[in-house]
């Protein structure tokens, strides 16, 4: 069956399992200590412009997020997140079991708003039982958000700039990066994205990896950041793995040409969906497609292609989630055109 | 250069690259409810002999203990291990990280002594201050274990027997599980394995995988388990990766074939040694060898061969471990006659 | 200065003082294994109608929070709290360093609503992703809440339901539960009260104790109890003191004496504020009094009497905190005639 | 019935059960924000030669073991201790509970070796793997130690040298410091004794409070410690009631006097023991006492007596302890010629 479900249905792309392939039987050391490894974070310092960076290589994004965050937080500071971020939401609770709190504020089409996370910030500073509190340590927004929408350069910088006046970092879960920079909405510059933040993952999972999610911190690492990886249960014996996907995903530009497919892909499904005389639920210009249709038509349309039911929407309709990827046929969204 | 420093040099058995290559492009869905992962787990109730047993796939070995031994304590237990147990030593701290206590019993050629385990636990409750220590609330042992050494059936049925005495339960920690199965000294079928613990994971990355770990709950797993597996990181988003590589490796009882060809190996690279005059530090009969030699004789063989320097030996000398695995070529054993 | 800045700015009732003193020398067991201990216990027991339920004495309230949230959740699991609930608000974290969230409903008037919580519950467990999201363990209130308002006794049994109905206990904050069951608009009986939920606490701290809270397990204790407190950091040593403490306050209705004085002394503080104009922020028949004032009125009467300013108002007013207790003396209540 | 079964079965100085009662109607700001605690503080500094120093007062001490350790700890760090510290024993795994391992030396006659603890700071850092395992960010000791013991000014110079060589902080648990102070084997004077370390903490509990311990940081308290006590549940709403205590002991050096009284007291008791031929199990000098006898012997005077069972003696025997305290009466230690 025809299924825009999600960004990780197939494997990876096809020069990555082959490479593995080719490279099977090479005895290499362990835990990210090997060539391939050394070469992807060249290759991924390069790309972003940070030649100073500090870069690991981790699995999933659950463990990223967890993992960076629990490394970046004294014991007594949580961290700030618009209330649909994926850390307060999906996560199944990962940053609280490390001991943190995570500390919302409303979101808007998925996005923070600086103006509210400064005033957030001058409030709690202003209460006089804020010691009684949970201290805010760290910022975390996604790139693009949950929702598909991207931070305008201009909102980033402002989202730093408050960090910076507040001196905490700043943290972008990037687990769809490319999608989000190779969108045509999208104003911020490859090699510009890393200045606006002090952290921020490059998704490997979503886009075109078996597994696998690159951190870079853009000032250098915390303090013994290997062992704190180790204690997540984060460090992959074969490290090379990972380093073997980042170093073909960020050769020739791979991972950004096969994003940008993604979001051509996204275009024309949501081109579709229109002329059918479907209303967005949130204008997306990534990979992520938002739209909002009956109960019944969700119902028959899940006999015919799989997708995601996302969330009830006011006066009883529903708003549904449509997905495509690096590995999505044009035929297959044309097809579409039949089925809804 | 050669090299005999771990069982994870290499990626995996061939015929698991191949396939994920011939599967790469089929969509499904992800978190392991996919066919492969269903098909992997029926293989190994199969070979197991545990059809009601619960299976799950997780990427790596501390990830797996950390995350099977917090969703089986409460708050206020601890595991006890010996000394030597990996979870204790080379894991970062992962289990206490997660709020628990190892408590330690002294260890013989890395195993644990079903005596001593009884002992500790009776002076435990008899001790009028128990409730103000740690409750010892499972017993972790590891086959084989850390030295290579293997428990005898005898061995390993006292032990359960204890922890079934104070109903506690029994984890074996099987990330070089094929290699102990399938040793010449070892006296437990495979179809008897499951019955003398509680859960035990089999081990993927050491033996054949190019990573992953598959957790058996022989009576079943606790409540909300995947909820756990998340909120440590543990969760693969593209887990039909994990069936794939399990179900290829149960397939044909592939796992055992290629486990003892890396125990004969280790038999082989042992009589080279011995041959030579080399004095074994410990006696194993699995995957894993240790030596004991001159540091400079040591530092000599560094120049020619990877290997790891395994801890100091009284009177200056030093032990050292030489690892075979289902990837190592005779040829390469053999070389070591001109090299040692 | 006059100060209504809270119920905790005393010591204690006379009489605690004046026994601790007579019984000073006398030599005691430690850890509450003494019979003040053992009297306290029953004389609780005896006044909630619980002869089963087991009690236990910790020292102060985000400690006694923490610890039994802590008892009676799994590690996968959150508990449900309204918004203003202290422990999201202002115990730092207390929760989530113990590795749980705190799950959050909208409050009125500082109170959860039945419905709301049914509704979240239902929700929760219909959306096909909740085993990525935090499972839900307890309900967590307060009697009466943080802005001082009380359940009725239908809302009570109302939320008691829904927890039965899925199975998670119902907690009860009673910090200041005292002037909560003695209010004119409480319609809870004393010995009803124990039966709306699982656990609650009888507040000592701000209810005529030097410190002290006692817990209420109405269906008996999570096992190893003690031991939890212990690893919590919240078993006193001279654990007499708070048996005593509570011995005291259990002898003849001292306890409920002295919390109807404080309700009556906030009634009439009230009716001051009212005659002189003033409006209540939110309209409480406990012992914390809420009323609005402009900013300049609130910095003039900072230089008469102590109070807490509360939070800024709609409008540019402020709303501002009295609080009476056991120990506010009718005369610098009417003083305050004089003086807002 | 006679008891020498701990320094916490009675009250506290009279003084300070008197000056409660005094104090009791005073109205004065929480969590320690009152000029009791602000007196205390300064005359602590002033006790200590260290008026740079930060002085925080928690209720109890395994509540300021783990509090102060989760404070100074990164995440990826354990505490060093020997194996008899009060925090790897009978603390139920507070330490463990906050995320951190104990790291474990031998101990003798409980105290701590500066060249064994060097000698694995040494070997720590020089083992390869050693970023796979927990990182030593801190060292533990008792004064004196859980058997009675103290260190010469020396033996604490060479192990705060270690720390500082390596640069992680020296914690000394002081919950019975005056009786080591006090001691006529101690040569450490009181005001060089805060030199010695980076924060230590004054046992009140078992010195003459109610309860009370006053953690002074030497060089300034790590940021946001206020938060970090609330978080534990540490902080007292009443927190004067620590403030008083303190601020009474001393005053006029009370809390050497009663200590210097209890360990003339003990010397007392065991030339009573060594006339009647018993052996010392441990030669303490200070108020803690053991001593071994039959088990026949024990269970007799049991009958007569209140002590503790410590643990077995190798050939049947068995080590008892006898401890007095700043309240203990000459006529009871004498009374003791009697019998035993």
């Given at each position: 069956m025809l299924s825009f479900e999600s960004d990780y249905t197939e494997g990876a792309h096809e020069s990555i399992v082959r490479r593995l392939l080719q490279t099977n039987l090479e005895q290499t050391p362990g835990y990210g200590n090997d060539h391939y490894c050394e070469s992807a974070k060249a290759r991924l310092k390069e790309a972003f412009g940070v030649p100073d960076a500090d870069v690991y290589f981790l699995v999933g994004g659950t463990q990223t997020n967890s993992t960076v965050i629990a490394s970046l937080l004294k014991s007594y500071e949580g961290v700030i997140a618009v209330a649909t971020g994926h850390i307060g939401v999906h996560e199944s609770g990962a940053v609280e079991y490390t001991g943190h709190k995570v500390l919302t504020l409303p979101d808007h089409g998925g996005k923070m708003d600086a103006g509210e996370l400064r005033s957030y910030l001058k409030a709690f500073y202003s209460d006089?039982?804020?010691?009684h509190m949970v201290i805010p340590g760290m910022v975390y927004i996604s790139?693009?958000?949950?929702?598909?929408t991207v931070y305008s350069k201009a909102e980033l910088e402002a989202i730093h700039s408050v960090c910076q006046e507040y001196s905490i970092p700043l943290f972008i879960d990037g687990a769809r990066l490319g999608y989000g920079l190779m969108?045509?909405?999208?104003?911020?510059?490859i090699k510009e994205?890393?200045?606006?933040?002090d952290v921020f993952y490059v998704g490997g999972t979503k886009v075109g990896a078996l597994f696998g999610e690159a951190v870079v911190f853009t000032h250098g690492a915390p303090a013994h950041f290997f062992t704190t990886v180790k204690q997540h249960g984060a460090?992959?014996?074969?490290g090379r793995m990972l380093g073997l996907q980042f170093d073909t995903l960020f050769t020739d530009g791979l991972y950004f040409k096969i994003a940008r497919h993604a979001d051509e892909m996204a275009a024309l499904l949501k081109s579709i969906f229109l002329e059918k005389g479907y209303d967005v639920f949130i204008d997306s210009p990534t990979n992520q497609q938002f739209f909002v249709m009956t109960r019944e038509k969700a119902a028959e349309l899940h006999t015919k292609v799989r997708f995601e039911d996302w969330c009830p929407v006011e006066g009883g309709d529903i708003a549904v989630r449509f997905v495509t990827s690096w590995a999505t046929k044009e035929q297959n969204v044309l097809a579409l055109k039949d089925i809804i």
């Open positions: 006089g039982t804020f010691e790139f693009p958000t949950e929702f598909g969108s045509e909405a999208n104003d911020v510059a994205f890393a200045s606006m933040c460090l992959l014996a074969k």
